[in-house]
């Protein structure tokens, strides 16, 4: 909840007692003349405190400093205050204090009018990145092996949704053939990616390590593999907790087809 704190009553009164304030593009290049900024005195910085109102402390904490950084100056050019501008959501002081911004998209927007753009431009990415998570999110689910009323929750990180999801994959799919098969097309949903792995997808790979060294092997000999599942098993056997030796006729089948 973003209420008033003990920290914005000090960013007021630090501001109540400013001759000038600046807004600069990075904290690396603070003390470079020519680094985009923007200065405000006199009436302005009311209209900056404004915007500076924070609530709740946040009890998520970033190593390193962010940007654009808050540069508070006394009537005699003394340093009264400097602040840190996380995400445009948090306002990060002295010892680490840091707190919600009240109302962070209308600061975002007073530093684009003023040629800050920065702020607004990653605030943009992050939100394009934000649909594409989503998107491949809804892909994976759909991916599941008949599983897909179990997969969403697991890929929200419901409580418990993973223990349900390993609980039914024997009951869908009895036969240790079948459900390894369709475990490992799921996984290497994910190889194909090209870009990592979510925290949730590592879920396949998870329940894989389960079943006996000896049934995996069958279900990659019982037929030919394709290219999903190779990659789903190359996957699992480079894996840190896979120790089983892999025959080589599995090995053979893991070499995409001529």
């Given at each position: 909840m973003k209420k008033r704190s003990p920290f914005n009553t000090a960013v007021r009164r630090i501001l109540a007692g400013a001759a000038e304030v600046h807004v600069i593009d990075q904290l690396s290049v603070l003390n470079d003349p020519d680094a985009p900024r923007i200065t405000v005195t006199g009436p302005e910085i009311a209209e900056l405190t404004r915007l500076l109102a924070v609530g709740g402390m946040s009890t998520t904490r970033y190593m390193g400093w962010g940007q654009p950084t808050v540069l508070v100056l006394g009537p005699g050019g003394e340093e009264l205050a400097r602040w840190d501008l996380h995400?445009?959501?948090?306002?990060?002081?002295?010892?680490?204090?840091?707190?919600?911004?009240?109302?962070?998209?209308?600061?975002?927007?007073?530093?684009?009018?003023?040629?800050?753009?920065?702020?607004?431009?990653?605030?943009?990415e992050a939100a394009r990145d934000e649909i594409l998570r989503e998107e491949r999110r809804v892909q994976w689910v759909r991916a599941a092996p008949k599983l897909v009323y179990l997969a969403d929750p697991v890929s929200l990180g419901e409580p418990g949704a993973e223990e349900r999801l390993a609980a039914s994959m024997p009951r869908v799919y009895?036969?240790?053939?079948?459900?390894?098969?369709?475990?490992?097309?799921?996984?290497?949903?994910?190889?194909?990616?090209?870009?990592?792995?979510?925290?949730?997808?590592?879920?396949?790979?998870?329940?894989?390590?389960?079943?006996?060294?000896?049934?995996?092997f069958d279900a990659l000999l019982a037929a030919p593999l394709t290219p999903e599942q190779r990659d789903g098993a190359a996957a699992l056997f480079a894996s840190h907790p896979w120790s089983a030796p892999v025959p080589e006729a599995v090995r053979a089948q893991l070499e995409p087809n001529p």
């Open positions: 995400g445009q959501e948090r306002l990060r002081g002295p010892e680490n204090h840091e707190a919600w911004l009240l109302d962070g998209p209308a600061l975002t927007t007073w530093l684009a009018d003023r040629g800050l753009t920065g702020p607004r431009e990653e605030q943009e009895p036969d240790p053939v079948t459900r390894i098969r369709n475990l490992l097309t799921w996984a290497g949903f994910s190889c194909r990616q090209g870009d990592g792995f979510m925290g949730y997808e590592h879920v396949p790979q998870r329940l894989l390590l389960t079943e006996p060294p000896e049934a995996i």
